[in-house]
């Protein structure tokens, strides 16, 4: 088992800047990528971007390409997403989830799951 725990959300205005991070625990040796995905109102979940937590290799919705940025840090299984020039569009609860295979844009290959935390950019 692993425990994932998001924090950072909150609410900020359009072009402002938010840093969510989550800690994993627990089983982590078994962790291979890790991810954000997101979920606004009314709409499904979407993905974000991931990250190979062995050689750093990342992969971004062309959404938030060149505005957001994930990395990890192996010795505090924390992975982090920093989001900058924030839009309206990008309200919604962000979760964090890992993955023990290599494929890391599917989300149903993702094996454990945040309880999420709310982003919220107002106009």
């Known amino acids: 088992q692993v425990q994932l725990v998001e924090s950072g959300g909150g609410l900020v205005q359009a072009g402002g800047s938010l840093r969510l991070s989550c800690a994993a625990s627990?089983?982590?040796?078994?962790?291979?990528?890790m991810g954000w995905f997101r979920q606004a109102p009314g709409k499904e979940r979407e993905f974000v971007a991931s990250?190979?937590?062995?050689?750093?290799?990342?992969y971004y919705a062309n959404s938030v390409k060149g505005r957001f940025t994930i990395s990890v840090d192996n010795a505090l299984m924390t992975v982090f997403l920093q989001m900058n020039s924030l839009k309206s569009e990008d309200t919604a609860v962000y979760y964090c989830?890992?993955?023990?295979?290599?494929?890391?844009?599917?989300?149903?290959?993702?094996?454990?799951w945040g309880q999420g935390t709310q982003v919220t950019v107002s106009p």
């Open positions: 989830a890992t993955t023990s295979t290599v494929v890391l844009l599917l989300e149903h290959l993702y094996d454990y």
């Open positions: 627990g089983r982590t040796s078994s962790i291979f990528g």
């Open positions: 990250i190979n937590r062995n050689d750093g290799t990342t």
